[in-house]
């Protein structure tokens, strides 16, 4: 077949860097790729717009999964390349909807607001018992405001922005390129697109100014906020290290978390290194003498973890 192709397809334009088709050619294939290729085994499309693409896997029709890339991600051009959440998502069987940017622009184009709301239109979403929107940083903004396009739909939102609206929030340092994007376009504030949402859950770390600030705004019957003390803005990564990351997007996402039993299961955050330096981030120059008592008391936890551990091998 490459002898078909045009030599400049073949040689790139810069010797020392590949091109996207040489990429394919020598880097393995990623799993969801495998799925999707036509010789796989899976049902579902790839399609690629301007700034995005929608990476779609067919499974269960009782439940589709829209997740929305963070900036992490932006810059990674690898093949292996996933949409945020994928093999949590392919694990359980759910179908899955992930939405890959290329750009930190917060969603903020034409293109995929009118993807999400042609996607409606055409009666896409319907065709599932519930439909989940989940992310987290700028993903979590894409959740919350695009599951206005699904009334009834879940939210699962980790440190997210509410908006980047200067005007709305003034007090918002971070992200200059999301700052200065088109925020008279729709969908541009999720305080205002979660009204039409079903259950939605925000974590978020109350010790950690702005993404607080944010959350703040998130109000009203349907709306659970969920403390990660001390995690700044990494309230995932703090739930994975404990193991109830996935325990707590499955019970999320069949609407059955509660604040109860949630905050039974971070009791176990006490013994994080990551929660201690937490503590000492926020309290160690105004309260020394309470981040002395923390770090005692995580000292005494974590020798009785391992007492503990060591009894039982």
């Known amino acids: 077949m490459a002898d078909d192709l045009p030599q400049e397809q073949l040689k790139p334009e810069h010797p020392d860097r590949k091109t996207g088709y040489e990429r394919i050619l020598t880097d393995p294939a990623p799993p969801w790729f495998v799925e999707l290729y036509p010789g796989g085994d899976g049902t579902g499309f790839l399609q690629k717009l301007e700034r995005h693409a929608m990476v779609y896997h067919q499974r269960d029709l009782a439940r589709l999964v829209v997740s929305f890339d963070n900036i992490a991600n932006v810059n990674d051009l690898s093949f292996a390349r996933e949409p945020w959440g994928w093999k949590f998502f392919r694990d359980e069987g759910w179908s899955h909807l992930g939405v890959v940017a290329r750009t930190k622009a917060w969603y903020r184009d034409p293109e995929i607001i009118s993807y999400f709301q042609d996607k409606a239109r055409e009666g896409f979403f319907e065709r599932f018992d519930q439909v989940v929107f989940a992310g987290a940083s700028m993903g979590g903004f894409g959740a919350l405001v695009f599951s206005s396009v699904v009334p009834g739909s879940t939210v699962i939102a980790f440190n997210p922005q509410t908006t980047l609206d200067e005007r709305i929030v003034p007090w918002e340092t971070r992200y200059r390129f999301g700052r200065v994007q088109d925020w008279d376009l ?37 709306v659970l906020l969920l403390k990660t003390w001390f995690s700044n803005h990494f309230a995932a990564p ?39 330096r937490g503590i000492e981030a926020v309290g160690g120059e105004r309260h020394p003498k309470l981040v002395n008592a923390a770090r005692h008391r995580f000292r005494t936890l974590r020798r009785q973890s391992a007492a503990m551990a060591a009894g039982t091998t």
């Open 238 to 276: 703090m739930l994975r290290k404990l193991n109830l990351l996935k325990p707590v997007m499955q019970e999320a996402m069949a609407g059955t978390l509660n604040s109860t039993e949630y905050y039974e299961a971070m009791r176990k955050r006490r013994g994080l290194p990551l929660y201690m």
């Open 186 to 222: 729709s969908l541009g504030d999720a305080a205002e697109a979660i009204r039409s949402a079903g259950h939605v859950y925000v974590f978020y770390d109350p010790f950690f100014d702005l993404d607080r600030l944010h959350a703040s705004r998130l109000q009203g019957p349907n």
